[in-house]
């Protein structure tokens, strides 16, 4: 579960980002914030993870510390594979080898990269990334998931083949946020949030 209460945030300079943001995302639900460019997309998702502190208001994630995220950026390890960008972070974080191999290989499958599971990071294409940076974060199946436009390089395929991982971890019982440019994928939600306006 994800609960800001009148959460106020602001760039480091003291600009606000926004301003007494109310937004939950309940276990089981798949919530979408939208909002124009520079509304503050990825500040929430800086505040959900922890890295953004707010100046105002409450941010509740539960299970505490518990929260797996996609980035912009990905934060992938160039000088490793696909696989094993995502087995060694199931690993580093207390999952068994064959344990990890086996949610490694299923989650290769779900997105559709098996076939370049062998592939260092730089010669594969950003859609690619962008799919292995989402496999890499729910492999394990997360109870809280923050998402920043983690379809935005995606063609309609995959896009869709992400957006079905993400709604089967919040039917297992996840929280998931995610932020788009896309607001047709509000549609498709639990609940929606548009920043820079009042809210749906
Ligand atoms: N972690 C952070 N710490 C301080 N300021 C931040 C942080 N993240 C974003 N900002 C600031 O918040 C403002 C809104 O930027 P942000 O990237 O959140 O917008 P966005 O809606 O994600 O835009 P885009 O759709 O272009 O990605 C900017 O001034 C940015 O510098």
Redesign the pocket.
């Known amino acids: 579960m994800i609960r800001l209460d009148r959460v106020t945030a602001e760039?480091?300079d003291g600009?606000v980002?926004f301003e007494e943001l109310d937004l939950e995302a309940r276990d089981g639900q798949v919530v979408i914030v939208t909002?124009?460019?520079?509304?503050?997309?990825?500040?929430?998702i800086?505040v959900c993870r922890g890295?953004?502190v707010p100046v105002a208001g409450t941010v509740k994630v539960e299970p505490a510390g518990t929260c797996a995220v996609v980035t912009?950026e990905y934060e992938l390890c160039e000088s490793l594979t696909v696989a094993e960008n995502i087995v060694l972070p199931l690993i580093a974080r207390g999952v068994e080898h064959a344990q990890a191999a086996e949610l490694t290989s299923k989650a290769l499958q779900r997105f559709g990269i098996d076939a370049i599971a062998d592939h260092l990071i730089d010669e594969i294409s950003g859609g690619q990334r962008q799919r292995v940076a989402v496999a890499r974060a729910i492999a394990d199946g997360p109870t809280v998931i923050v998402a920043?436009?983690p379809t935005s390089a995606l063609d309609a395929e995959n896009r869709e083949i992400v957006l079905a991982e993400l709604r089967r971890c919040a039917d297992e019982g996840a929280s998931v946020l995610i932020?788009t440019?896309d607001t047709q994928l509000a549609e498709n939600a639990d609940a929606s949030y548009v920043?820079g306006v009042a809210h749906v």
């Not at 909002?35 to 929430?44: D, E, F, V």
Request: aromatic share 0%.
């Open positions: 760039t480091d600009t980002i909002g124009h460019a520079g509304s503050g997309k990825s500040a929430l800086d890295v953004l912009q920043d436009e932020t440019n920043l």
